[in-house]
């Protein structure tokens, strides 16, 4: 079955600890991204990575840190420097970046930091 | 000012109508368009895109777009209480962020057996 697949589902973790989270795709996508969501609120962007051992700030990249060593593989690290972490994070894949196709998700971590 | 925009809703239909949902998006070159169906507590799904003016028909979905009043909808016809979901639009391409996908906020909408 080719996915997207992020784990953990839930995630709790201590204010002030760096936490990392896992997404791996085995659909031979190019491009790689991860997003936050809020309550009752849309998709905002994080990072995105076109390509191996190569990544881009999105809108709202302060407090995090990711890392593209695999093409399979696109980890974000929520650093004690995000002030509000505690979120719904989707990550996504597609073909690549500059076609006009669609994103695909996988089931996203629920984060909370108490 | 926001991009891409949702009403919020709730949009309450009864089940077996026409549900309606709309988007307007500021950047005039803005290139896709896509609908995505997110449940509760789950990630988005991707229902629809229309790349066209027009509409685009699958099943029970229809994507209508007109660039030049930079305006997307997505209509559900006999509408069943398994559509009732937040509906996100987002939008592809033109001149913002370098061809990056931006979101609306979504509408939730609830579909009264």
Redesign the interface.
Known sequence: DGGITQSPKYLFRKEGQNVTLSCEQNLNHDAMYWYRQDPGQGLRLIYYSQIVNDFQKGDIAEGYSVSREKKESFPLTVTSAQKNPTAFYLCASSIDRTSLDEQYFGPGTRLTVT | QKE?EQN?GPLSVPEGAIASLNCTYSDRGS??F?W?RQYS??????IM?I?SNGDKEDGRFTAQLNKASQYVSLLIRDSQPSDSATY?CAV??GNN?G???T????TRLMVKP
Do not use: T
Not at chain 2, 41 to 46: A, T, V
Not at chain 2, 103 to 106: A, L, R, S, T, Y
């Open positions: 891409v919020s290139q896709s896509f995505y507590g789950k990630s988005p799904e991707l895109f790349y996100l592809k391409g962020a061809n990056m996908l979101f609306g906020g979504g």
